[in-house]
């Protein structure tokens, strides 16, 4: 399988798009200008306690006040606060964390007025970006994030990821990692770093206890909560650190400066990936030379059609994300039953394409096609689940219930991926919607190939307006009429309508029927 990771650097966001076989499986957009990013570790201020949530609001400069629940605090949340009280109390003064004193771990339930009061000051960690009308989530377990190794103050074990499967890799990264781990700290090895050499995670945890070091410096020089302390110094690569995989064929960059530091990045993590990384100088913007734009337009629309015809309708809400799957056009030849299940498993990859690019996250529900045989059912939710083994993001998936519904839930740290794809329409000029323009070529060789394929047909007329019927026959040898008379092995007749608007269009038969 071929992929390929393309970066867009622009002003105001940094835009990477990940294809497989050049069809777009995932896409992250990070503002330049966003503060409350995952990660972010502040020093902030306890605003307000909630005994009946037992949890508080903290201050951390948000708009939006910063919630942090009770079971949130971390089992070490005492050791941290008596450690931020030596902090702030000499300021001049070097405190090593492996001279700090290790206090009982939290109760696991309890109250949070117990832990905290108005006007406490603490250092909190952002798991949950401002979500609607909702502030950050907040959490006082504070962890650095590497390629390899996930550091955690003031805990006290190592910890192999769950994706490691060889019970002796397993036992040599955690003999590694306990001979070389500082005191009181706890480490996560990270699915990564199997095979890796000692020296190649030894200089990365030093590079995070220096992450923790600055921490410790920035806050006996802040003078006044909220602050932040620590941000990823550098976006892009926070983002290649998490999508970087070394079955890449190319990374594309279209900035000088991004591109050499993603290739700097790379030699120290994967040395021999370096030369895949490329400069892209081209006169188009980058996603539009690499088709990237128009997949976005295909792609985050209400409306998404997929194999056969078929087509899903995809609704989000505060509380959900609603998906119903549409069997559109698709023949009904064969046995409907199997039809139907045809249908819901075209359907099932798609949707799994969908979470990963739209980054939907908390509640989905999917409104399959009712089928009738169990053995279906059951066949439909275990390639659910295998489909859904490639997503980063925690989840899972529930069986089918009776009515057809299939409840998925997915890791939610940031607002879901929204793209307008809708124009203006040049008719009503703004009254209504029409669909974007630059897809409508896929969505009529759709229909087409569903009246070749299926229907049989060799003999078609397609009568489109002026405008459209422009766009096809562009190009002498090669037109996308052409192309698709020498794809499909068939006839196809063009005929301009000046009444049509834009982007109409409609199929007929030999005989002049209007087909649907």
């Known amino acids: 399988m071929t992929s390929e990771l393309i970066v867009d650097v622009n002003s105001q966001e940094i835009s990477i798009a990940i294809t497989e076989e050049k069809q777009l499986v995932e896409f992250q957009r990070e503002k330049q200008t966003d503060t409350f990013s995952v990660g972010n570790i502040y020093h902030g201020r306890v605003k307000k306690i909630m005994p009946g949530l037992n949890a508080c609001f903290v201050d951390v400069g948000s708009e939006k006040e910063a919630f942090l629940h009770y079971s949130d605090l971390g089992p070490q949340f005492y050791s941290l606060q008596k450690y931020l009280k030596q902090v702030t109390s000499d300021r001049k003064k070097s405190f090593p964390i492996a001279k700090a004193s290790i206090m009982p771990e939290k109760k696991k339930e309890g109250n949070i007025a117990e832990a905290l009061q108005t006007g406490q000051e603490i250092l909190v960690q952002i798991t949950k970006e401002p979500i609607n009308t909702k502030g950050p989530r907040l959490t006082c377990e504070l962890s650095f994030a590497g390629r390899f190794l996930i550091l955690i103050p003031f805990e006290d074990k ?35 770093a199997e095979g890796k050499k000692v020296a190649e995670l030894d200089t990365e945890l030093h590079t995070l206890v220096g992450y923790w070091e600055a921490l410790v410096n920035k806050v006996q020089k802040s003078t006044k909560p909220p602050t932040v302390i620590h941000e990823e110094s550098d976006r892009t690569l926070a983002l290649i650190r998490d999508l970087f995989n070394p079955s890449y064929e190319s990374i594309h ?43 976005i337009k295909s792609s985050f629309g209400r409306i998404v059609s997929f194999k056969g015809g078929a087509y899903l309708v995809i609704e989000h809400t505060e509380a959900l994300h609603v998906i119903d799957v549409n069997s559109g056009i698709r023949s009904k030849n064969k046995e409907q039953e199997q039809n139907t299940f045809d249908i819901n498993c075209y359907a099932a990859e798609e949707i799994a394409r969908q979470l990963r690019l739209r980054d939907m996250g908390g509640i989905v529900i999917v409104d399959f096609i009712d089928m009738e045989s169990n053995d279906h059912r059951n066949a439909l939710y275990k390639k659910m689940v295998e489909l859904m083994e490639t997503d980063r993001a ?31 329409c040049p008719v009503c000029n703004g009254t209504g919607k029409i669909q974007s323009s630059v897809v409508i070529d896929e969505a009529i060789e759709r229909r087409l190939s569903y009246y070749v394929t299926e229907k049989k047909m060799s003999n078609l007329t397609l009568k489109v307006s002026p405008i459209l019927g422009a766009y096809l026959t562009k190009g002498i040898f090669n037109s996308i009429l052409k192309r698709w008379n020498k794809k499909y092995r068939c006839k196809i007749e063009l005929i301009e309508d000046t009444n049509f608007t834009v982007l109409q269009n409609e199929f007929y038969d030999e005989k002049g029927g209007k087909l649907d």
């Open 394 to 424: 925690k989840h899972n998936v529930l069986p089918l219930t009776k009515f057809g519904l299939m409840q998925i839930t997915r890791q939610r740290v940031r607002p879901a991926t929204e793209i307008n794809t809708q124009e203006v």
């Open 253 to 295: 960059v279209n900035d000088i400066e991004v591109y050499k530091r993603i290739r700097n990045y790379v030699s120290v993590i994967a040395p021999e990936s370096v030369d895949i990384i490329k400069l892209y100088r081209g006169e188009l913007p980058i996603f539009d030379h690499f088709g990237i734009t128009k997949q």
């Open 158 to 192: 190592v910890s192999v990821s769950s994706k490691i499967k060889s019970p002796e890799e397993r036992t040599r990264l955690k003999q590694l990692m306990q001979s070389i781990k500082p005191k009181n700290f706890g480490i996560i090895v990270r699915t990564v």
